[in-house]
């Protein structure tokens, strides 16, 4: 059974950082594409950040430049280290596996003063 744990959420005020990480077990998970996506009150879920198994990445333009999306295969784990946070970040933060219907159940972010 495929699960995706997410951890790391919480609140920030604007300007700070947050470490996301995603614990996944029943995968392969050094040979999957994995991303992270996110869904702000009313809105649609949206890709923030993907890594592919050899490491290459890609980020939404939003997020370039201050978040950055890692792996570590060895600990089959996933991680966003989000920096200089804006109140437009807040939002459930979802670790997915690319190409499958696998979602963890979301971690809450939310950038307030």
């Known amino acids: 059974q495929v699960q995706l744990v997410e951890s790391g959420g919480g609140l920030v005020q604007p300007g700070g950082s947050l470490r996301l990480s995603c614990a996944a077990s029943?995968?392969?998970?050094?040979?999957?594409?994995m991303g992270w996506y996110r869904q702000a009150p009313g809105k649609q879920r949206e890709l923030v950040a993907t890594?592919?198994?050899?490491?290459?990445?890609n980020y939404a333009d939003s997020v370039k430049g201050r978040f950055t999306i890692s792996r570590d295969n060895a600990k089959n784990s996933l991680y966003l280290q989000m920096n200089s946070l804006k109140p437009e970040d807040t939002a459930v933060y979802y670790c997915h596996r690319i190409g499958w219907n696998s979602w963890g159940q979301g971690t809450q972010v939310t950038v307030s003063s």
């Open positions: 890594i592919a198994p050899g490491g290459s990445t």
């Open positions: 029943g995968i392969r998970f050094s040979i999957n594409a």
